[in-house]
């Protein structure tokens, strides 16, 4: 067949944007080429002709880059036009052959009349392919969008042995319900071509995108004069089961209305499509229409939602807290303790609550689904109980605390000796402080606590940090340190630690990397006004003493 005129100046204009490309290509390689020859040199000249091809290169490379995408768009434009030629050349072959068919049968040649009915069918498959549905789906007669929706899709209703359906497609298979939503009529625009000013219902394509259908259906309700309040009306008006609190509210995010318009959608969706295969009927009636005039009538509730929640007694709730509060804090809780709980622990049950959903079928049957826990784990309740003994910490007298021996007192002292061992100073508050933090935070042990003293260590002794971990501490380098001290100025072990000032001068060793060397601290030591005073000192200042009388001769 020979090519149009649109087609004749898209191929020349095609032929010309290839040759551009093709020019600026080799200008492309020559400021490569460029860049190569200046990319090791330094001098600012060579630098300035650098940048300059570079930039030259990046200019060429984005007007290649757009010229491309004019190319594959002339392609697309290209295969389109060539797509409805081809259909326009099978719909007349169809249509001549549908008349030699009608003459053979007419004639009665019956070899002629197979042969053109399987032609036919072969041209009609073809068709269907390219319109983007798949051949052997029954096509249905009509133009309108419903029609060439389905045809395309290839809709149908999918039968479950347990009498639940629904309308599947070419998308996700039968396994993935589809959706339809017809909405209110509009009034089509005078300057369109087809149905100028006329009344017709806004079809939107079928998907399983059930959200974006939901949000359309808000948004026409909106628009509507009954406003949103009339699609609550209709969906209840038609035996869908919406809360009162849901419906006062308009709350379009709540389940009761998602679970009810859902089922509306879906119903809808399954009486166009099953008066289609058994009816021909081809111009169903709008969602709005639907579920005010036939939905209410069609014998069929939406879903039933009971809810199932277990209730804590009052007094097992505040035995529990008590036992928790004197095991962790060696106290009971007060009542206002008690009260923050129990409403805490009511809120986590009714979240937790067994919710039945149960939804009768076409077909006289139901389907059941159940979802939640009923009862809370044992873990969650701990947590709540550990949230709120951390907030019952603050502010508590630190002394009481560690009298007591609770775990709270046991995890005070574990954070002070742990923050001991790793050179970090901490009062008896900072170290509550931290366990309060801990607990309000559901942690169940002090790792995440042990975890950030050590980080704080490892900042402070910025020096040692490549050597700081949970496996080396302060102690054990200090270790040598309080020795050679202990020997150098005979100081009681009782009295040194690794947070004195002494020991602390040696491994922060003025900043520099890692700890100081021995020997630098023991010359340290010596000049230490207390040496003085030791009997190491002693015999050595006596040692210089025989020293200077022997080489007078003074002594032998």
Do not use: C
């Not at 479950?160 to 319900?177: C, L």
């Not at 079809?203 to 609550?232: C, E, H, M, N, W």
């Not at 379009?252 to 009810?260: G, H, L």
């Not at 005073?533 to 025989?546: M, V």
């Amino acid at each position: 067949m020979a090519e149009s005129k649109k087609q004749r100046e898209l191929r020349d204009k095609q032929r010309g944007l290839k040759a551009l490309n093709s020019r600026d290509a080799a200008s492309m390689q020559l400021q490569r080429n460029q860049m190569a020859i200046f990319e090791d040199d330094d001098r600012p000249s060579s630098i300035e002709r650098y940048n300059a091809a570079k930039a030259k290169l990046t200019e060429l490379d984005a007007q290649v880059t757009a010229r491309i995408a004019q190319i594959e768009s002339i392609d697309t434009e290209l295969s389109t036009i060539a797509d409805t030629e081809s259909k326009d050349k099978r719909t007349k072959e169809i249509a001549n052959k549908q008349k030699e068919l009608k003459l053979a049968e007419e004639t009665l040649q019956r070899g002629k009349v197979t042969q053109l009915k399987a032609e036919i069918k072969t041209l009609q498959d073809a068709q269907t392919t390219a319109d983007g549905g798949t051949p052997g789906n029954e096509q249905y007669a009509g133009d309108n969008e419903f029609v060439k929706d389905v045809n395309a899709k290839g809709l149908s209703l999918t039968n479950q042995p347990d009498g639940s359906n629904w309308v599947s497609g070419e998308e996700g298979g039968d396994q993935v319900p589809q959706y339809i939503y017809i909405g209110p009529q509009t009034k089509v625009p005078l300057f369109m071509k087809d149905k100028a000013g006329q009344l017709v219902n806004d079809y939107t394509p079928s998907t399983s995108d059930f959200d974006a259908l939901r949000r359309r259906v808000i948004q026409d309700s909106i628009k509507s004069p009954r406003g949103l309040k009339g699609l609550f009306d209709d969906l209840r008006g038609a035996g869908l089961r919406i809360t009162q609190k849901d419906y006062d509210r308009l709350d379009t995010t709540s389940e009761s209305f998602v679970k009810s318009l859902a089922y509306a959608l879906q119903k809808h969706t399954k009486v166009m499509i099953n008066d289609l295969e058994q009816n021909k009927n081809i111009n169903p009636k709008s969602f709005f229409n639907y579920i005010q005039e036939d939905l209410k009538d069609s014998g069929v509730g939406g879903p039933q939602v009971s809810y199932d929640e277990y209730v804590t007694k009052i007094d097992e709730a505040e035995s529990d807290l008590n036992r928790f509060f004197v095991e962790y804090l060696g106290r009971g809780a007060t009542d206002e303790e008690q009260k923050k709980y129990y409403k805490q622990l009511r809120a986590l049950e009714k979240k937790n609550a067994q919710v039945t959903t149960e939804t009768e079928t076409d077909s006289g049957g139901s389907s059941r689904r159940v979802t939640g826990e009923y009862r809370l784990d044992a873990e969650d309740i701990l947590q709540l109980q550990r949230s709120i003994a951390g907030k019952a910490l603050d502010g508590s007298d630190i002394d009481v605390v560690l009298k007591g021996g609770s775990k709270a007192a046991q995890d005070v002292n574990s954070t002070l000796a742990y923050a001991k061992k790793y050179g970090i100073t901490l009062s008896n508050k900072d170290a509550l402080k931290y366990v309060s933090t801990s607990y309000r935070n559901n942690d169940k042990d002090t790792s995440k606590i042990n975890a950030k003293l050590l980080a704080i260590s490892k900042a402070t002794y910025s020096n040692l940090s490549d050597v700081l971990s949970e496996d080396v501490d302060l102690d054990d380098l200090s270790a040598n340190y309080k020795y050679t001290m202990r020997q150098i100025l005979e100081i009681p072990e009782s009295q040194i630690d690794s947070l004195n000032p002494t020991i602390q001068m040696a491994l922060k060793n003025n900043g520099n990397k890692g700890a100081m060397n021995l020997t630098d601290f023991e010359r340290a030591l010596k000049k230490d006004p207390r040496w003085a005073n030791t009997s190491n000192a002693l015999e050595t200042a006596a040692g210089y003493a025989n020293n200077i009388l022997r080489n007078f001769g003074l002594i032998a």
